[in-house]
């Protein structure tokens, strides 16, 4: 089993950047593919970016292709999601996931593992 606790969100304006990062309890997280998600008020919550538990595959939501990147460092247990040119429809709770042999998994009902999530709020 493996916990999660999700950090660095926050107030930003539009084009502006935050870090998010994602620590996972645990001695086998190089096991985990690890995943974002959002959800915004009123909304279903929807796949952001994944990383595979090797590390050496990503995947993106398109609406965040070419402003996000999901990276991790396993000696850290931890998963980043760095987010650049924010814009306000970026708005909402991020929640990291974890799924164990996962590669790069989109649906939220893939993964084991939540978080208890972060809020992102972009003004305009």
């Known amino acids: 089993q493996v916990q999660l606790v999700e950090s660095g969100g926050g107030l930003v304006q539009a084009g502006g950047s935050l870090r998010l990062s994602c620590a996972a309890s645990g001695r086998t997280f190089s096991r985990y593919g690890m995943g974002w998600f959002r959800q915004a008020p009123g909304k279903e919550r929807e796949f952001v970016a994944a990383?595979?538990?090797?590390?050496?595959?990503?995947n993106y939501a398109d609406s965040v292709k070419g402003r996000f990147t999901i990276s991790r460092d396993d000696a850290k247990n931890t998963v980043y999601l760095q987010m650049n040119n924010l814009k306000p429809e970026d708005t909402a709770v991020y929640y990291c996931?974890?799924?164990?042999?996962?590669?790069?998994?989109?649906?939220?009902?893939?993964?084991?593992?939540w978080g208890q999530g972060t809020q992102v709020t972009v003004s305009s």
């Open positions: 996931a974890a799924v164990i042999g996962g590669i790069r998994a989109t649906m939220v009902g893939a993964y084991d593992y």
């Open positions: 990383i595979s538990w090797s590390g050496g595959s990503t």
